[in-house]
């Protein structure tokens, strides 16, 4: 999937944050996504909290668009909410992927799982595998890299994850050159998963690495055009069709 995440990025403006869904789904996308943060959080950050009646609205209008709705969760207490409005998948911050009681609640619900590596080495993504056991087909390992850095981008790290765990292995970008993105559709990822921004605020919590809201349409694009280039590992002779 081509998912867009959305984050934090609607800044606590529902109207903002509407535009954001409207602009993915003209642009095609697969998914989109939003955070739910701790209620800790949201005690020291109260702008920054959407309404229920907000995201019932908007899964209704996804679901009629066929787009799916993930919500990165922190707060335990909020999944009943978000299967009560019937989320499509969910991802776990990659600071949780040791918590067994976040992980093990996420799980019960049956839904898809992405879970974000960016501060876990091979050793502890092996120690996250133990604690799923052998439901590796509900989640989805999510290789980034929390650094805008280039050189810290790493995309052969999917190749390994998928190598030695034998599991679905997306990218999530965090480079501040996007175009990191585009490259990333040679380590063929499952799913590709990108911060978005707007250009009502200045800055976003989400800034540097996202994709504009006005480019996102051609930036789609451009991701399902290429993903043909890709091809199979085959050589077969063919005839010139260059002019």
């Known amino acids: 999937m081509i998912i867009c995440e959305i984050g934090l990025n609607h800044m606590g403006d529902e109207k903002y944050a509407m535009n954001y869904i409207k602009k993915i789904i003209n642009a095609k ?9 701790e209620k800790s959080f949201y005690k020291k950050h109260p702008e920054l909290e959407l309404s229920d009646k907000f995201y019932l609205v ?12 993930g919500v ?16 499509d998948f969910y991802k776990i911050f990659s600071r949780d992927i040791l918590k067994s009681k976040i992980i093990k609640k996420v799980e019960s619900t049956k839904k898809q799982i ?4 960016g501060m876990s080495n091979l ?5 996250f595998i133990k604690l799923i056991k052998n439901d590796k087909k509900q989640f989805t390992l999510i290789h980034t890299q929390l650094d805008n850095d280039i050189e810290k981008v790493n995309l052969k790290a999917i190749l390994l994850l998928k190598e030695k765990l034998k599991m679905n292995v997306g990218y999530g970008n965090h480079a501040s050159n996007i175009f990191s993105i585009y490259l990333a559709l040679a380590f063929e990822p499952s799913d590709l998963i990108f911060y978005i921004k707007g250009n009502k605020f200045q800055k976003h919590i989400d800034e540097t690495h996202a994709v504009k809201l006005n480019n996102l349409d051609e930036f789609i694009k ?6 043909k280039a890709i091809g199979n590992k085959t050589k077969i002779k063919m005839k ?3 002019k």
């Open 29 to 37: 996308a697969d998914g989109i996504l939003f955070h739910i943060r």
């Open 58 to 69: 908007i899964s209704k209008l996804l679901k009629k668009n066929k787009i799916k709705f």
């Open 72 to 87: 990165t969760i922190a707060d335990l207490d909020k999944i009943k909410f978000c299967e009560e409005i019937d989320v």
């Open 114 to 117: 992405f879970v974000s590596t």
């Open 123 to 127: 050793k502890e993504i092996k120690q």
């Open 222 to 227: 451009n991701l399902q055009e290429l993903k």
């Open 240 to 242: 010139s069709k260059i």
